[in-house]
């Protein structure tokens, strides 16, 4: 069994089409999100629950559903209300095992593939990233990025988006008046992915910038495989190019709708035509002050070759 | 005489990633917010936002806008938020009769669970007043003074 390809990045960062693009490799198999490593025993992870009994988001019931519609896939063959319902009983009767034993059941059972997976909830802390790589001490990661205008701009404009960054705590309160800041976040996920993937081996992991994926998709592609060591050849990133084949690209059943952004699930297919790259200067348009990127996102910005 | 000089070593290559051979940095939601967490940007938990006056109003105002309604009571706790999802259509990859089907299995789960919510809080009642059969019996008590005796009725019973 080859342990896992994860996607780390913020959110709105083209993590769904990137980890269902790649995941349609004829090696590798792309995953919902199935937000494991965010608790430690299953019981926690089914209930929500944090050891000390605070939830862990008002909206955990549907953050279960990528695991719910994977075990649904995986020993039904299919993903109905009755599937799901035998994923719940599968999860269940494994209340007392840890996360990672868990993953790793579901690592073996599609192996010789290789499971393809991004859950951005595994960045809300290092805690979750530790018991990723404590399970998984061979898994390999993409540190997909995004410009920082694009991708705040994206959040903001998403519909609850704003409720989101809230709640993710991505405000400014160093004003009289607190402001929603979608950089916060894309500053200090990055700083938390960096600071991961620092004390890893550098060929555990590669930077792919997603707006050049989606402007060069077949260099890109080709570049990923090169890296993973597995083949690279026309019908191999023909596959990847045809996110919607994937059995988890669409809405679910009714009781486990989701596992992934609701427009992607939506239309999942490549669309034609490219991204354009925004620019770092300029006064950001969600802020009231009419302020600029900060001088350290600016920074890191460039780092990541944006401008 | 000078040593030779040893083989250079073959340096490896630098990854082509700048950004990760930096030292770490500092996080910019410990320095934008105050009372944040060292951590850095961190989920802010209904307690927090309730506490907060001004992220409270934050709160308010953003969950309004998600609903689309404005004069929407504002919620008072997680379930609340979970309770006040704005109503909109959930498509799914489930069929009509799929669906009909299950919420007849609902249906039928909530009228179990109704009634076995109902029976387990009587049951709970009838607790209250069990006596444990290893309870050492009661203390006899005193035998009450004999009351006087009442004078008999004159009323002759109806025929």
């Known amino acids: ?307 | 005489m000078s040593e030779p000089a040893a083989p250079k070593k073959k340096r490896r290559a630098k990854p082509v990633e700048a950004a990760r051979a930096k030292p770490r940095r500092a996080l910019l939601g410990s320095e934008l917010n105050p009372a944040g967490a060292a951590e850095g940007v961190a989920p802010i938990s209904l307690k927090d936002a309730v506490a907060d006056p001004a992220l409270r109003k934050m709160g308010v105002e953003l969950w309004r806008q998600m609903r689309g309604t404005p004069e929407a009571p504002p919620p008072t706790s997680v379930e609340d938020l979970w309770k006040q999802l704005p109503n909109a259509r959930l498509n799914s990859s489930s069929t009509a009769d799929e669906i009909n089907r299950y919420r007849e299995r609902l249906g039928f789960r909530a009228t179990m669970l109704e009634a076995l919510l109902e029976e387990t809080l009587h049951e709970l009642d009838l607790l209250a007043h069990a006596v444990p059969a290893d309870e050492p019996p009661p203390e006899p008590e005193p035998e009450p003074a004999p009351e006087p005796e009442k004078p008999k009725s004159r009323k002759k019973k109806a025929a």
Request: charged share 25%.
């Open chain 1, 1 to 307: 069994m080859l342990d896992p390809l994860f996607i780390l990045a913020p959110p709105r960062s083209f993590t769904s089409l990137v980890c269902a693009c790649v995941g349609q490799h004829p090696e590798l198999l792309g995953l919902p999100e199935l937000n494991l490593f965010q608790a430690d025993k299953m019981e926690d992870f089914w209930s929500g629950r944090e050891p000390d009994g605070q939830l862990r988001s008002p909206f955990w019931a549907v953050m279960r559903h990528g695991m719910l519609r994977t075990v649904a896939q995986f020993y039904s063959g299919e993903q109905t209300i009755q599937s799901v319902n035998m994923a719940e009983r599968w999860i269940k009767t494994r209340r007392d095992r840890s996360s990672g034993e868990v993953y790793r059941e579901l690592a073996e059972h599609v192996a010789p593939l290789r499971i393809v997976e991004k859950s951005p909830g595994y960045l809300r802390g290092r805690v979750n990233l530790d018991r990723l790589i404590a399970t998984f001490p061979n898994a390999r990661f993409i540190h997909l990025l995004r410009h920082p205008r694009g991708q705040c701009e994206s959040l903001m404009n998403a519909k609850g988006g704003p409720a989101l960054l809230f709640m993710l705590g991505s405000v400014d309160r160093s004003g009289e008046d607190p402001v929603l800041d979608p950089q916060i976040l894309w500053h200090d996920a990055n700083v938390r992915i960096l600071d991961f993937l620092e004390d890893l081996p550098p060929e555990r992991s590669i930077q792919v910038r997603g707006e050049a994926f989606l402007n060069d998709m077949d260099a890109t592609l080709a570049r990923i495989c090169d890296w993973l060591g597995i083949r690279g050849d026309a019908q191999a990133i023909e596959a990847m190019k045809h996110p919607e084949d994937s059995p988890f690209s669409h809405v679910g059943p009714i009781n486990a709708r989701l596992g992934n952004d609701i427009n992607f699930l939506n239309a999942p297919a490549l669309r034609p035509g490219g991204v354009t790259v925004p620019t770092l200067a300029g006064p950001l348009d969600w802020r009231p002050d009419g302020a600029s990127f900060h001088p350290r996102v600016a920074e890191m910005a460039r780092e990541f070759g944006y401008e």
